[in-house]
Structure formats: C-alpha cells, structure tokens
C-alpha cells in the first residue's frame, strides 16, 4: 500500500530487434574472417600454383566457390551497413538476408565438390594447360549435323562411357545435344530481353522450354524410343532413362509456370518462386559434377564448361528471386537474371569435347 511504483520506459520492440540484428551481424563478420583466413591457407596449401586454379578440377571449383563467396560477401556487406542503422528483419534488409543464405547454399555445393576431387597439388600429368582451357571457350561453329542414331547404337554404347573414353561418333552426338540445346536456351534468354525492353509479344518466351523438352525427350537417350531398339515402357525400367524422362517433364513443368506467370495467368506469389528456385538448384547441383571423376585431362576438358554454367544459373535464379522479393531493386536484378540466363545459351553453344 504504501510502496512506489517505478515507471520504466516502455520496450521498443523494432529497438531490440536492431539491436538483435547487430549482435548477430558482429558474430557473423568474425566468424566469416576466420573462415576466410583458413580458406587462404588451405587454398595455399593444396592449390600450390596459379596454374593450377585454371588447369585442375580442384583449382576450378575453387575458383567458382571464390566467385560466388565474394557475391555472398557482397550482400553481407550491405546487410551490415542496414543493420547498424537499426534496420529491421523486414524490407531491403530480410531480401539480401534471402539471397545471401541462398548463396552461401550454393557455396555448399560446391565445397562438396571439392570432398570428391584430389587436390591440386598432387595432379601433375594431367593437368592442362591454361592454353587448352581457354580452347574450350574459343566461338566455334555450332554442330547442326547429328550423326546417324543407327550408327551410334551399332558402333557405340551411347553416353556411357567416361568421357576420356568416347568414341568420336560419342563425342559428336554430345555436341550436338549441347549446342541445340543452347539455341533454345539462348532463344529463350533474347525472348526474355525483348520483354524487358517492352515487347509485349516477347512475355510468352517460357514456351520454348516445351521444344527444348521434345528435343531433350527425343536425344537423351538414343537406345530407347523414339530412336533406339527399346520400347517405351520398356526403357523406363532402365534407371538413367527413367531419370532422364523426370527431368523432361519438369522441364515442361518449369516452361508452363513461368509462361502462366509472366502472361498474368497465376499470380506471382506463390507461381513466381517455382523459376528462380529451379535455376538456382540446378546451377548448384551442376557445381557437384563440375569435374572428373579421375581428374584425367580429357574428362576435366570436357566438363569445365560446368562450372561458369553453374555459377550463370545460381546467379540467374538468385538475381530473379531478388526482382520478385524487394520492388526497388527489381530492375537491375532482373536485368542481372536475364543476361546470365542469355549467357547460359551462350556457353552451351560454344561446348567442345574434343
């Protein structure tokens, strides 16, 4: 009865969240330091030379784990500066939270990577050249003949052999595969820029995921139907087919989304999510099998065009999340997104084997 009552100030509960954000952001920023410090000397340590970033499985993947760290980096950078103005998990500051947690994901993947390569600096023989890396990506013209299936299901077994162990008539089947398919990809990608400078016509772009789907349906496996000696029903007892068939219906799946969400025909939210998810997971998974399983220099030839590949597609799936998530900076992420999305169409076309 005869107590005081203390007045205290009422809690500002968007105060503590501030004040939250920038206690984690401090224990983050040391945190990524220390990692940062081990990775330059284990990088030191099992790369051993320049050359070896350019001319070794390991070295590549290092190098793509680099590159998508310092994007990360980037945005954790500019959720810093919000945090110390006391900004909350909401707007600007949650969407780069997004994108940098997606990110740092797709760092994962290829950290992965890196478990199932030797390292560098025990590849000596089969290193290649920084020469005949950048080979790879010299503008060739696209291969437009395929070679006969027939010939393909008589001479060879189609696809299964490792890389470093193809028959020519393989490796010209392969090509070909690639470069079609990056004339859709890149089709698709001009299709996305005129939308973005106004053609209206150009939002139905998404369509063409459904002839990228016919020609993956009919090439993908050349020794079952349409092509091959194997039935239909037959061939999906087979394990790579039936996988190969799943992936064509998500193809299909993925194409009628996106043209249904670009043409107003499903809302945004939740549809819009399904096309930069899927780009991002694929460009991560892709990072997973950016190297050969021997680390022999044909197969590593073979497949370093997987990892830029893979870095295009997290950034193209990562930039486009960010257009649909934060309005005001919808214009230059989506200009990000669909330039690396292009540039995808771009690399698959210039994809050699030999």
């Not at 040391?30 to 940062?36: E, K, R």
């Not at 070794?56 to 945090?83: D, P």
Request: charged share 15%.
């Amino acid at each position: 009865m005869g107590g005081s009552v203390v007045l205290r100030p009422p809690i500002s509960k968007t105060g503590d969240r501030g004040d939250l954000t920038q206690r984690f952001s401090r224990l983050a920023l040391t945190s990524v330091a220390a990692l940062s410090v081990a990775g330059v000397g284990l990088t030191i340590a099992y790369v051993g030379d320049p050359t070896a970033f350019v001319g070794t499985a390991y070295g590549v993947m290092i190098v793509s784990k680099v590159i998508l760290f310092a994007a990360a980096l980037a945005f954790a950078a500019a959720n810093f500066g919000l945090a110390r103005r006391a900004a909350g998990p909401g707007g600007r500051l949650g969407r780069y939270v997004e994108i940098e947690l997606g990110l740092g994901i797709t760092v994962l993947f290829a950290a992965a990577s890196l478990t199932s390569l030797p390292p560098a600096v025990d590849v000596r023989a089969d290193r290649a050249t920084v020469g005949e890396v950048a080979a790879r990506f010299v503008p060739t013209m696209p291969r437009l003949v395929s070679p006969p299936a027939a010939e393909l299901n008589r001479t060879a077994e189609p696809l299964l052999a490792p890389a470093g162990q193809r028959l020519p008539i393989e490796r010209a089947w392969s090509e070909y595969n690639h470069h079609w398919a990056g004339f859709f990809v890149l089709l698709m990608g001009l299709g996305a820029i005129a939308e973005r400078l106004g053609a209206r016509w150009a939002r139905h772009w998404p369509l063409a995921f459904l002839g990228l789907a016919a020609f993956l349906f009919v090439r993908n496996d050349p020794r079952a139907w349409p092509l091959g000696p194997t039935g239909f029903w037959e061939s999906l007892t087979l394990p790579d087919v039936l996988q190969h068939r799943f992936f064509v219906v998500l193809v299909i799946v993925f194409g009628v989304f996106e043209w249904a969400v670009r043409t107003a025909r499903l809302p945004t939210r939740p549809w819009g999510y399904a096309f930069p998810l899927l780009c991002a997971v694929g460009g991560g998974l892709l990072l997973t099998h950016s190297h050969a399983m021997f680390n022999l220099k044909d197969e590593f030839l073979t497949e370093v065009t997987h990892a830029p590949l893979g870095i295009l597609g997290a950034f193209a799936g990562w930039a486009r999340w960010l257009e649909l998530r934060l309005p005001e900076a919808a214009p230059r992420a989506g200009w990000l997104s669909t330039l690396c999305f292009t540039a995808v169409g771009v690399v698959l076309l210039v994809y050699r084997e030999g």
